[in-house]
Structures are given as structure tokens and as C-alpha cells.
């Protein structure tokens, strides 16, 4: 992969709890302008991302059991449908935090199982907050993932006490071994640190920064 160019790793982040209608239009057309992934924001604006990048190349994402994790798995597979049918084609899930805390990680699997089927086309990135588990747990919730059948797994929510450690994405990286692949998010808000955790595996950047990013990238890149 390229790491010199950030903008085609970056999934361009909106998820303030008071995000307008106005804000959405401002982060596609930067998504757009700069040639990011896709954009993330919440469920009830996919429909009007979906009309503004229609014909572009970045993708519409979106956030499912958000942020804390804890809704039934029939709700988030039903929130994952709704939201593909609006016009989502990435699905950013968060998993029931307090099942693999206790080490139920068939019923981790199996949420995860249901919204990958109600996703369809559409990828799954599974968001196992790291911040609040140790690394045999980390490992373990790779694997969840990988049987489970979606496309990345990621790091955190940026909601949670802490966010992406390059430490941590290596391990995902280590662990994954090629089968998924890695999204770190979660306080990368400039380009130098946007580089490392590329350079250490991550596939898929989320931030809120992503224009602040490549503007860096662009006026080292005049130097």
C-alpha cells in the first residue's frame, strides 16, 4: 500500500452527537475534493450521504449498536438492514462489551453473525473498543471476528476512555494475519500519527481530522 497518500485510508468521521444537516454536506464534499474511502456518520443521515456521493468513489459508512454496544442483536441487525437499504455500504458495529468481558464470545460471534448477514454487500467493521480489555482477550476477539465472517476489525469508538495505540494495531495486525483486515480510530489527528499507524498495519483510518490530515501530507509534500 501506499503510505505516502493518507486520503484513500481515511473513512472521513462525523459523529457528534449535535451534527447538522449542513455539516454532513461540508464532510462529503470534503471526502469528495480529497478522495478519502468513505465517510462515517450516524444511521439517520446515510440517506443524504448516499444522494451528495452518488457517482463518486467514497463510500457511505455508518455506525450500528453505537456507542456503548449494549443493544439486542436482532436491533442491530435491523439497524444494519435499515441503513444498507438508505444507502449504506459500510457498517461500523460496535459488540456487546459486557459478553466479552465475561468471555461469552459465542454470543459476541453470533451478533456478529446477524448483522454481516442483514449487511449483505455491505462490510462489517467490528469495533472491540481495546481500551477496556487485555491482550489474551484482544486475541481472542480477533478470532470472534474473523470466524464470524466480517471484513475488519477495529479499535475503538473514540467514545470510550481510550482510543487506537499503534501497540494495539499491531497485535490486531499480528493476530488477523491477512484473514480481516484492521481500522484503528480514536484520537489519530494528525498526519504523522495518521503514517504510523498505517506503516503498522491499519488498512482503514477513522478520524474526525481528515482534512487537517492531508493538508499536512500536502504541504510536506511541497517542501
Excluded at 449535535?18 to 454532513?24: I, P, R
Aim: hydrophobic share 45%.
Amino acid at each position: 500500500m501506499d503510505v505516502n497518500n493518507p486520503a484513500r485510508f481515511i473513512d472521513h468521521t462525523l459523529l457528534k452527537a449535535d451534527a447538522t444537516c449542513e455539516q454532513v454536506r461540508q464532510l462529503c464534499e470534503e471526502a469528495v475534493e480529497a478522495g478519502f474511502a468513505s465517510v462515517c456518520l450516524a444511521p439517520v443521515y446515510v440517506p443524504l450521504a448516499a444522494e451528495l456521493l452518488y457517482g463518486s468513489e467514497t463510500l457511505v459508512g455508518t455506525v450500528i449498536g453505537f456507542p456503548l454496544g449494549y443493544q439486542l442483536p436482532a436491533v442491530k441487525a435491523f439497524e444494519a438492514a435499515q441503513a444498507v437499504a438508505a444507502g449504506a455500504q459500510e457498517i461500523d458495529m460496535v459488540i456487546n462489551l459486557g459478553a466479552a468481558r465475561e468471555g461469552r464470545f459465542e454470543a459476541v460471534a453470533d451478533e456478529i453473525r446477524q448483522v454481516v448477514a442483514a449487511a449483505g454487500e455491505a462490510q462489517v467493521k467490528v469495533i472491540i473498543e481495546c481500551c477496556y480489555f487485555d491482550t489474551a482477550c484482544k486475541r481472542d476477539l480477533v478470532e470472534v471476528v474473523v470466524e464470524a465472517g466480517a471484513a475488519y476489525v477495529k479499535t475503538s469508538t473514540g467514545f470510550g476512555p481510550g482510543g487506537a495505540s499503534l501497540e494495539d494495531v499491531r497485535l490486531l495486525c499480528d493476530v488477523a494475519a491477512g484473514r480481516i483486515k484492521v481500522k484503528a480510530a480514536g484520537g489519530i489527528r494528525d498526519w504523522e500519527s495518521c503514517r504510523a499507524f498505517i506503516e503498522a498495519g491499519a488498512s482503514r483510518i477513522g478520524t474526525s481530522a481528515g482534512t487537517t490530515i492531508v493538508d499536512q501530507w500536502g504541504q510536506l509534500e511541497i517542501l
